[in-house]
Nanobody
Framework: QLQASGGGVVQPGESLRLSCAAS????????VGWFRQAPGKEREFVAA???????YYSKSGQGRFTISRDNAKNTVYLQLNSLKPEDTAVYYC???????????????????WGQGTQVTVSS
């Protein structure tokens, strides 16, 4: 089971750190991705951490977002910096033990999903 948390309401330029905590299974050796869905839009890829190594970002997140792991806490984080109003969305984390590198941005490749956490960026 995945639990996403850390969302909130912030002003443009501020930061948030989202957490994706797993219970009942380890995230070691498992690909973890973050996706987001804005009102009226399709869910889109944000960032991913590969099964063994490597981090990957969408164009909109590159340079502003950072995905990281804490294996001791069985948690994956998504640091969101320099937030913009267009980053407003529900953010979801997903995990998949068999997601290959070329599929990290494909939401259909992930078997397990968290419930989502709302991020609102507004002045």
């Amino acid at each position: 089971q995945l639990q996403a948390s850390g969302g909130g309401v912030v002003q443009p330029g501020e930061s948030l750190r989202l957490s994706c905590a797993a219970s009942g299974r380890t995230l070691r050796g498992v690909a973890v991705g973050w996706f987001r869905q804005a009102p009226g839009k399709e869910r889109e890829f944000v960032a991913a951490s590969g099964r063994t190594s490597g981090t990957y970002y969408s164009k909109s997140g590159q340079g502003r977002f950072t995905i990281s792991r804490d294996n001791a806490k069985n948690t994956v984080y998504l640091q969101l910096n320099s937030l913009k109003p267009e980053d407003t969305a529900v953010y979801y984390c997903a995990a998949g033990a068999s997601v290959i590198t070329s599929s990290l941005s494909n939401q259909d490749a992930y078997a397990n999903w968290g419930q989502g956490t709302q991020v609102t960026v507004s002045s």
